[in-house]
C-alpha cells in the first residue's frame, strides 16, 4: 500500500465523514513534505494556545466531541504534565495539526488510558502498571482540521493537497521521535481500530490490549514499543521521520524536554 493511501486510511479513520481522494502520482510525497508542513515543538505559551484553540475547532465545534467553550480552548489537566507538538504550514504559518504526550512520574499520576480502561485490560503484561513511571507516556489528542482531515485545500497546487494527506501521520511519527529522545519507550493509544490497523501498515506496530468502549467514538487501547520503529517503519516513512526528525532539532527549533522525566532504558517487561 502506498504512502498516500495509507494517510487516506488514517485520514477517514480520523473522521469517517471524509471520502477517500484519488492517489497522487507525482515523486514521493515524503520527500516533498517539508516543502510545505514543518514539525515543532509547542513549548512557549503562545504556539500551546495555538494547539489549544485548534483542538477546540476540532473537538468541540467540528466533531462535537466535546462541548463548545466561551474561551474556544481545549485542554484538560493531562496538559500540564504533556509535551505538546505540532505541524505548521509553512506558507501561512497556521497549525495543521496538532498532538500531546502525556507523561507520568508517580503513581498517582495516572495516563488517561488508565482513568478509561482501569481495571479492564485484557493484555495485562503491556498494562502501564507494569512499567516504570519514568517510560511510560500516552499520545493524545490528536486534532487536524477539516480543511486537512477531509484533504480539501481548496486552490492549493495538488502536489501540497497530496502532502496534507501525511498530516496525521506525520504527528504520530513526530510523537514517537520526542518518545524516544525522552527515554518514553512505552507509547500508549486510544484510538479507533481502523486507525490502528491503518497505522499498522505504516509500519507502527500498536498492539491492543484491551476491548473497544464508546469514547468520542469507538476506541480502543494500543499499546507500542518505541523502540521497535525504526526497524518497523517501511523505507518511505523512514525517511519522512528522518525529516521530521531534522526539523525538530535543527539550531532554530530545538525542542526543550523539561516535562519528559528521562530515564536510562529498561527491559520491555519488568
Known sequence: MSLQSVASSAAIATDPTCAAQPEHTAHSLSHHFPDYFRA??????????????????VYCEEL??????????EYDGYDE????????HVLSGS???TVRIVTSQF???????????????T???????????????????????????????????????ACSKLVAVALYLTAQILCLRAGRIHTYVMIEPALARALRRVGLHFIQIGEPIAFNGIRAPYYLD????????????????ALLEKQLFDNSNRPQMTLC??????????
Open 226 to 241: 518505541a523502540r521497535t520503529t525504526n526497524a518497523s517503519l517501511s523505507p518511505e516513512y523512514l525517511q519522512l521521520r
Open 64 to 73: 462535537q466531541f466535546e462541548p463548545e467553550r466561551a474561551d474556544a480552548l
Open 40 to 57: 515543532v515543538q509547542a513549548n512557549t505559551e503562545p504556539l500551546r494556545q495555538a494547539t489549544y484553540q485548534l483542538r477546540h475547532q
Open 95 to 97: 497549525l495543521a495539526g
Open 123 to 161: 493484555n495485562t503484561v503491556l498494562a502501564p502498571a507494569n512499567f516504570s513511571r519514568q517510560h511510560i507516556c500516552e499520545i493524545s489528542r490528536l486534532a487536524v482540521p477539516a480543511a486537512i482531515r477531509c484533504l480539501v485545500l481548496s486552490g492549493q497546487p495538488s502536489l501540497e493537497r
Open 261 to 270: 522525566y528521562s530515564a536510562p532504558d529498561q527491559p520491555a517487561v519488568r
Open 81 to 88: 504534565r504533556a509535551m505538546h507538538v505540532a505541524v505548521k
Open 107 to 121: 503513581k498517582n499520576e495516572l495516563l488517561p488510558i488508565e482513568h478509561y480502561f482501569a481495571g479492564n485490560f
